[in-house]
């Protein structure tokens, strides 16, 4: 089974602060993405990467970066977080481009002060 | 207009009985489509794929409507555990080929 796991399931930090979200996956998938999901939103993608190195923006990446060093690693930075920023934070991995199913680790519920 | 609609619910549906939704999507280029699954509290897991002709899964029947661009999902015999959020999800066919996310429809089933 593909496993997706994300460094903490529950953060709480201050406004300002810098904030670093991990997702490691471990099925040598090509494809990880980072998505926020607030009520009455659904799933919003903020940034994805296809490649070590590589990184492309989603819809809403103001606010965020994002770091891919290795194939199974994919970080979302907050550089100053602000209170809007207080979400569920969902990390997903997918084998390639075109195979579209995603698999989705535990989440992180972020809640800023 | 957005990428992907889903009526929010909540769907209350008696144990037992059949529940049936639908989403609309706005590319009509799109090429793939599926239903994913999410718990109370839970991150999103795909339930299935929809393929053209249509497609079953057990209690669950996947329907795609190209010329009118909405997908349906249909359970029958509704168990207790039945009760979630069925997200409809699209690819994009412009772009980076990612996926749009509907917000859901929510199921409850009650004894």
């Known amino acids: 089974d593909v496993k997706v796991t994300q460094s903490s399931r529950y953060l709480v930090k201050r406004t300002g602060e810098k904030v670093f979200l991990e997702c490691v996956q471990d099925?040598?998938?090509?494809?990880m993405f980072w998505y926020r999901q607030d009520p009455g939103l659904g799933l919003r993608l903020i940034y994805f990467?296809?490649?070590?190195?590589?990184?492309e923006k989603g819809d809403i990446p103001e606010g965020y970066s994002v770091s891919r060093e290795k194939k199974e690693r994919f970080s979302l930075i907050l550089e100053s977080a602000s209170t809007n920023q207080t979400s569920m934070y969902l990390c997903?991995?997918?084998?390639?481009?075109?195979?579209?199913?995603?698999?989705f680790g535990p989440g992180t519920r972020l809640t800023v002060t | 207009r957005k990428e992907v609609e889903q009526d929010p619910g909540p769907f209350n549906v008696p144990e037992g009985a059949t529940v049936a939704f639908n989403c609309t999507y706005s590319?009509?280029?799109?090429?793939?489509f599926f239903w994913y699954r999410q718990d109370c509290r839970k991150e999103p897991k795909l339930l299935m794929s929809?393929?053209?002709s249509g497609n079953e899964d057990g209690r669950f029947t996947a329907q795609l409507n190209r010329a009118s661009q909405y997908i349906s999902l249909l359970i029958r015999d509704s168990k207790l555990s039945d009760s979630a959020t069925y997200l409809c999800?699209?690819?994009?066919?412009?772009?980076?080929?990612?996926?749009?996310f509907g917000k859901g429809n929510q199921v409850v089933v009650i004894p």
């Open positions: 099925m040598d998938h090509e494809n």
């Open positions: 999800v699209v690819s994009m066919s412009w772009g980076n080929n990612r996926l749009a």
């Open positions: 990467s296809y490649d070590v190195k590589m990184k």
């Open positions: 590319n009509s280029a799109s090429q793939s």
């Open positions: 929809v393929y053209s």
């Open positions: 997903a991995s997918e084998r390639n481009r075109g195979t579209y199913e995603q698999y």
